[in-house]
């Protein structure tokens, strides 16, 4: 937290404590929803909380309300009267209560639901059939449309009387009278334009559009790929059924990016931030990985088992350079992998670039190991020399094999995600937990079957 906001939530602690709630008013009204969001859930307690919501401007209390986590909105819902809880949904937009209704339990949903005029909770169970990772699950209803033939003065008066319940004004939707989607037109074309001149005419005329079953992550890739504030969706037939904001495509990529990473490192998603899960709910998301990852390491247990006998009758001194050699190639080979699966999300690479990938991974492996490899003769003779037997042809062959490791990991590092993503599976889920378990595999047979063969 800045030092400007801590001085502003005591400004808030003061003005509440004090039952100052005109001035509390005042201050409020200058602030955005998520500030006071986080003023409520880390400053008050759970009475508290309901007694600072009722005292919330009207205009802001449901702006306020989508922005609280899922556990604090379910709390007020439960102290909230049906009067109370139809202010607030009716002052929502809709792909914003479809949000907040698949978050709650049922008893909860069954009250939102009773909570909605007819036509919302019809839109709202249209919204809620739509797979929860496509366009549909996170588009809204709630937009401009214009007619081809209006005038612009007459799209003007169109967006007076609908923008206010509308997402987004600044880009309208030009349908015909079967609601098919011909064209965009922004208000800043519109008020660049004379009042009398004609939609058809000042319209773009080839929209870029979403299906609504079409995944949401490449929706929000859309978007900001074309740096469009709204993305129409349509359905089968090309009649517009909603639109998608940036405000949700952001949530969507951070959504994304953090399930990657806890894909990466081996750990279950979840959606709850981390100070909101139970230690209960952390050991079931780490659990399975950490067991199945075990398991698999027994394979690297094997090959050393199988090679320690002859490894150490040719020196006892190899068998210490093991950790070493599997840290490095497990590292060389998580760069190689983490780029590319993040390329792959960013759709900057496909399957069929496998080539270019291996190539460019190939000339950049060979660098790197000459680096590493160099580097680490020099410390095998110079460091490692002081307090362990090592002769030129021990440090020349633990350098050697160094090289070929992280060439060999670079090489797999690269291709796993890639074969990951074409056998349609989750490069993060596939590739990086496996990763080194592989990599450590390769890099033992070939260290004990080098050594074993040179000395």
């Known amino acids: 937290m800045t030092e400007e906001m801590e001085v502003l939530f005591e400004k808030l602690t003061a003005f509440y404590e004090n039952r100052k709630y005109a001035d509390l008013r005042i201050l409020l009204l200058d602030m955005e929803p998520t500030d006071i969001a986080a003023f409520m859930e880390e400053t008050l307690g759970d009475k508290d909380q309901i007694r600072f919501f009722r005292l919330l401007p009207k205009e802001l209390a449901s702006d306020v309300f989508v922005e609280i986590d899922s556990d604090t909105q379910e709390h ?27 978050e709650m339990p049922a008893n909860v949903v069954k009250r939102i639901l009773a909570s909605s005029t007819p036509e919302n909770r019809k839109q709202l169970n249209e919204l809620l059939e739509y797979p929860d990772d496509s366009a549909g699950s996170i588009m809204t209803t709630e937009f401009v449309a214009l007619s081809a033939d209006m005038t612009v003065a007459q799209a003007f008066d169109k967006i007076r009387r609908t923008g206010i319940n509308s997402e987004t004004i600044y880009t309208c939707y030009v349908t015909d009278g079967k609601k098919h989607l011909i064209g965009v037109a922004t208000v800043k074309k519109l008020l660049l334009s004379q009042m009398t001149d004609i939609i058809r005419d000042v319209m773009d005329d080839s929209p870029i559009s979403v299906e609504t079953l079409e995944d949401k992550e490449d929706v929000a890739m859309k978007l900001s790929k074309y740096d469009f504030l709204a993305l129409p969706v349509v359905d089968k037939e090309g009649c517009i059924v909603g639109i998608v904001t940036v405000d949700d495509a952001v949530d969507v990529l951070q959504e994304e990016a953090t399930e990657d990473i806890q894909k990466m490192a081996a750990i279950l998603p979840t959606e709850k931030p981390y100070l909101k899960q139970s230690v209960w709910n952390i050991w079931k998301a780490r659990i399975p990985w950490l067991l199945l ?82 580097v680490c003769f020099a410390k095998l003779m110079l460091i490692d020399s002081l307090y362990n037997d090592i002769s ?14 992280i060439v060999m990991a670079k090489f797999v590092g690269c291709c796993l995600p890639l074969i990951a993503k074409k056998c349609r599976l989750d490069p993060a889920v596939v590739a990086s937990p496996f990763i080194t378990t592989i990599v450590d595999a390769l890099s033992l047979i070939i260290y004990c079957s080098v050594a074993i063969a040179l000395l």
């Open 392 to 405: 030129l042809s021990i440090a020349a062959i633990v350098s050697g094999v160094l090289f070929t490791t």
């Open 76 to 102: 007020l819902i439960k102290s909230f009267s049906d009067t109370e809880l139809k202010a607030v949904i009716d002052d929502m937009f809709l792909d914003d209560t479809v949000d907040i209704i698949e």
């Open 293 to 374: 990852l075990m398991i698999s390491a027994t394979f690297t247990s094997m090959i050393l088992s199988g090679y320690e006998e002859k490894l150490t009758a040719k020196s006892a001194v190899l068998y210490a350079f093991v950790p070493m050699l599997m840290d490095t190639a497990g590292n060389a080979g998580g760069q190689s992998s983490v780029t590319v699966i993040r390329a792959l999300a960013l759709n900057e690479i496909e399957f069929k670039d496998i080539f270019k990938i291996i190539w460019k991974e190939l000339r950049v492996s060979v660098l790197l190991a000459l680096t590493v490899s160099i």
